[in-house]
Every structure is written in structure tokens, then in C-alpha cells.
């Protein structure tokens, strides 16, 4: 061994400790870069089958019942004082929930939840959804909308607003505090459909340019960001597409149909029917959209094997 090798051992072994001191204290992780392994489990209702199907050829959905108690959810209702977010509400604080209402009461009304104020699990707080909020909830129900021809009318770029930026805020938000998102969207984005009755995978026939596309546009815009926001940040989106629904609670002067017959019937004035009578819709109880819809689409894992 040569004079000036034996010289350096003792800096080789101080370099072996060194670098074994720095591998114990950081050790390697994965590329961060990389897909996290929990993404692809994400699934959404409204996903298109060739996106379903690429991911596995054996059954790639498997549904966990909800219904199952477990620790009490922290939930927020967007539009919660409206006429079906205050249905969804009265079931979310019977199931036990804690729930916080954010309304700025365009359409909703106090009284339509007056029975909760003195519940310490319920909050309501008057706030337009256009505005960012920062909230720690488990899920997120957004359903701030004006839902009634007469009401989205009536400031039309308010109400594209409320759907564009609206969601957009409250999917910010889910994100940033990882809250499950259920939107509400409307058999309005099938437009004057030509095929019926419809199904998810048709695209509908939308006007951009009429009087209802702050809307249905709105709301074809809400489920785009929605979709985005799951694929881009993995936020676990269910978009719920709702007909025309009836019920306690709904405002008698919407100009909807349901209203319009029960409000001449009370009146007992004729009842109108416009066109030639040969239109067809499909209608269903508020607390049948709630209790087999919402909540069984919201508490239900989707993954793939
Ligand atoms: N009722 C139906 O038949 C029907 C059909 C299709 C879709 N939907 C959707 O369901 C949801 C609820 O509909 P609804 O019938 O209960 O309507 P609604 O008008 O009774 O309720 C909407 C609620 O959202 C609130 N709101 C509106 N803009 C807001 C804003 N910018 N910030 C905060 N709150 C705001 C209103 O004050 C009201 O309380 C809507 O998103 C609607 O598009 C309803």
C-alpha cells in the first residue's frame, strides 16, 4: 500500500459516515412527480364508459353501501335555505350530521330552516357563493343556484356567475381541505334534446345565445370544472343531473309546472297546459331525490379494483 493511499483513508472513512448519516436521516422516497397511487381509485358517477372501462376488464366499480354510522360528518349546503337544500337538510341533521348552511338568500328563505337555529350542529351564515369561503367540512352539497325560468331570468349574468365562479369557489375549497363534492346540476344541459328520454351519455342540444343558456351553460360549465377538478386534483366529484322535482316548500310563483297546477288548483281556476298537451316530463318527490339520490351517491365509494 502506497504511503500517500494510506493518507487518505482516514477522509474515505470519514465520507462512508458522512454519506450514511445522510441516507439515514433522509431516506428515498418516490418521485412526487409521479401519479399518486391513490388517484386512479377516484371515480365519479358521470364519467363516460370508455373511461370506465380502460382501467381494468374485470368489473372495475365496486360500491360499498353507505348508511354505515360512523363519526359525525361535518357538512356544508350551499343553497341550503332554498327548497331542496333545506329537504337535504333536515335529513343530514336527522342522520346526525353537523351541517352548515352558506345562502344569500336570493330565492331561500330563514323560515325554510328556522327549525334548526337552535341546533347547535346547524349554522347558517349569508354568504354569496361568488365570494371565496374557507369552511373545514367533510363534504361539500352545492347547490346555491336559482333553480326556477323566473328567478335564473331575472339577472341573467348573476346567475352564470353564481354557477361559474360559484362552483369554482366551492371546488377550491373542496380541494383544499380534500371534502367530497356533490354538484347540482339539472336535465337543463341536455338543452331541447332530440333524443328521449335522455340518457348520461348523451350531449344534449344546447343553445349558447338564448335566454336560458345563463343556465344550462352555467351549469354545463360546472360539471366541466367539476370533472376537471377530479382528474386534475383528484377530488372526489358526483354530479347529480335533477328533473323537475315537487314538493313542501317550493315557491308557488316559480312558473314551473307542478307550482302552476297546484297554485290553480288551490285557486280552483283551470288548469293550463301549454303546447299541445302531448309534451312529456318526468317529476319526483323532493325527499325521493334526497333520501335514493343524493345521499346514496355522496355516502357510496366508487373505486376500481
Ligand atoms: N327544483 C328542481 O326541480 C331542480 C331541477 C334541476 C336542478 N335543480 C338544482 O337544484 C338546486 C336547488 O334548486 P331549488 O329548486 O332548491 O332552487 P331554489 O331557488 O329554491 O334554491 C336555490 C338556493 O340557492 C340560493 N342561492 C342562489 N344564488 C346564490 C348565491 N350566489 N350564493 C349563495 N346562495 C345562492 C338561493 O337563495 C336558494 O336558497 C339548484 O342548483 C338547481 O339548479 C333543481
Known amino acids: 500500500m502506497s504511503r500517500a493511499f494510506r493518507n ?32 386512479p381509485t377516484r371515480r365519479v358517477l358521470l364519467e363516460d364508459s370508455s373511461y370506465a372501462t380502460k382501467a381494468t376488464s374485470k368489473p372495475d366499480v365496486v360500491r ?122 339539472t336535465s337543463e344541459v341536455y338543452g331541447d334534446p332530440l333524443q328521449h328520454p335522455q340518457v348520461e351519455t348523451y350531449w344534449g342540444n344546447v343553445n349558447p345565445i338564448g335566454v336560458r343558456s ?19 386534483a383528484g377530488i372526489e366529484v358526483r354530479i347529480a343531473r335533477i328533473f323537475n322535482t315537487y314538493g313542501p316548500r317550493m315557491s308557488i310563483d316559480d312558473g314551473r309546472v307542478v307550482s302552476n297546477f297546484v297554485a290553480q288548483a288551490l285557486r280552483k281556476e283551470p288548469m293550463t297546459v301549454y303546447g299541445d298537451g302531448k309534451q312529456t316530463r318526468s317529476f319526483q318527490f323532493v325527499s325521493d331525490l334526497v333520501i335514493l339520490v343524493f345521499l346514496p351517491i355522496v355516502y357510496t365509494r366508487y373505486y376500481c379494483n
Open 8 to 39: 487518505r483513508i482516514p477522509f474515505l472513512l470519514v465520507g462512508i459516515a458522512i454519506s450514511a448519516l445522510f441516507f439515514h436521516t433522509f431516506p428515498i422516497v418516490a418521485d412526487s412527480s409521479e401519479p399518486s397511487a391513490t388517484l
Open 64 to 185: 360499498v353501501p353507505g348508511g354505515v354510522k360512523g363519526r359525525r360528518k361535518r357538512i356544508v349546503v350551499t343553497g341550503g335555505a332554498g327548497f331542496v337544500g333545506s329537504h337535504l337538510v333536515d335529513r343530514l341533521i336527522e342522520r346526525g350530521d353537523s351541517v352548515i348552511v352558506i345562502d344569500n338568500m336570493f330565492t331561500g328563505r330563514k323560515e325554510n330552516v328556522l327549525h334548526h337555529l337552535r341546533n347547535p350542529n346547524f349554522e347558517l351564515i349569508r354568504h354569496d357563493v361568488v365570494e371565496p369561503i374557507l369552511l373545514e367540512v367533510d363534504q361539500i352539497y352545492h347547490l346555491a343556484c336559482p333553480a326556477s325560468p323566473v328567478h335564473y331570468k331575472y339577472n341573467p349574468v348573476k346567475t352564470i356567475k353564481t354557477n361559474v365562479m360559484g362552483t369554482l369557489n366551492m371546488l377550491g375549497l373542496a380541494k383544499r381541505i380534500n371534502a367530497r363534492f356533490l354538484l347540482t346540476s
Open 214 to 232: 345563463c343556465y344550462d351553460e352555467g351549469k354545463r360549465v360546472a360539471e366541466t370544472l367539476s370533472m376537471d377538478y377530479h382528474r386534475g
